[in-house]
């Protein structure tokens, strides 16, 4: 059942999961037990979750089942993005870096699986927003605090 199509998250990190229509449907609610939520994105039934603490979860949008947690940060995760087409899940931290991850749905389990596949350093950057530029995860954006530039990514 992949009828969720809105999550919102807040500070104590609880992830509410609705399906939006005339009147709004509260699917579930997950619990990070008290660690900040500061992200978070829904693509094919999967929610990334970012937190303070430099992890992403990923959840199962109907249950609300732990699907895998990732160490993905040293610091607070402040950008996370989906490019709907190809599952890539970008990720930028305060620690500078951004991080690009492939997530898919294995056909026999229904399972995600997540594969790592880039980190990129933005050198004396502490990245408060990064963004895919096209819905095949091919180039991104970023930019940062007391940047006032944004510096694009592309694929070769």
């Known amino acids: 059942d992949r009828d969720a199509d809105l999550v ?3 500070d104590s990190g609880l992830l509410c999961v609705w399906k939006s229509g005339e009147d709004f449907r509260l699917v579930t609610k997950i619990s990070a037990y008290g660690v900040t939520c500061s992200s978070v994105k829904l693509w094919d039934g999967v929610i990334a979750a970012a937190f303070g603490t430099g992890q ?6 109907s249950t609300g089942a732990i699907s895998a947690e990732l160490d993905s940060h040293a610091r607070w995760i402040y950008a996370l ?9 970008l990720s930028g931290a305060e620690d500078s870096f951004v991080q690009i991850w492939k997530l898919a749905r294995c056909e026999e389990s229904g399972l995600i699986e997540v594969e790592h ?3 990129e350093c933005v050198t004396d950057t502490q990245i408060c927003g990064a963004r895919f530029c096209d819905p095949q995860g091919s180039s991104f954006a970023v930019t ?13």
Do not use: C, F, K, M
């Open 81 to 89: 993005d989906i490019a709907p087409e190809s599952g890539r899940l």
């Open 117 to 119: 596949r880039h980190s």
């Open 8 to 10: 919102t998250a807040d």
């Open 56 to 61: 992403i979860r990923l959840y199962d949008a």
């Open 144 to 156: 940062g605090y007391d940047l006032n530039e944004i510096i694009r990514y592309v694929q070769l």
